[in-house]
């Protein structure tokens, strides 16, 4: 399902990746971007989902200070499933890991050393 106009979230702690991720999606998605928030922090991006109608895709740090990316994707994932996408984003390759982002709501696993555009491209072609 590709949408005309995409809401993104991206959530993470460290602000060299947000500025790199934001460029990268608007390149992606041009004027198909409707609107790209960011928050550092799990807690902010659980207030920014309930206050606002549901993101389109959200890019979701795993390890943050306070609520991480898993309780922050559970919480998530429990009242906006079927209207957001969580794309789980982590240095971590770690097996253990990966699963527990999956079942806490996300749909894609991407590794922040593999950041392309070819994937972005993927992930908001669903």
Do not use: C, W
């Not at 999606?25 to 799990?42: C, D, H, R």
């Not at 609520?67 to 996408?85: L, N, P």
Request: hydrophobic content about 40%; cysteine-free.
């Amino acid at each position: 399902m590709t949408l005309n106009s995409y809401r993104v979230l991206i959530v993470d702690d460290n602000p060299t990746f947000v500025k790199t991720l934001s460029l990268l999606v608007q390149t992606v998605l041009g004027n198909k971007l409707s609107q790209l928030e960011t928050a550092s922090n799990g807690e902010d991006a659980v207030e920014m989902v309930s206050k606002n109608s549901p993101y389109n895709v959200i890019f979701m740090d795993v390890n943050m200070p306070g609520i991480g990316g898993v309780a922050a994707t559970k919480e998530i994932s429990k009242e906006y499933y079927r209207a957001t996408r969580v794309v789980a984003v982590s240095f971590n390759k770690d097996l253990e890991t990966m699963k527990n982002m999956l079942f806490s709501g996300a749909t894609y696993y991407l590794h922040k050393d593999d950041l392309t555009l070819e994937k972005l491209v993927e992930i908001f072609d669903f």
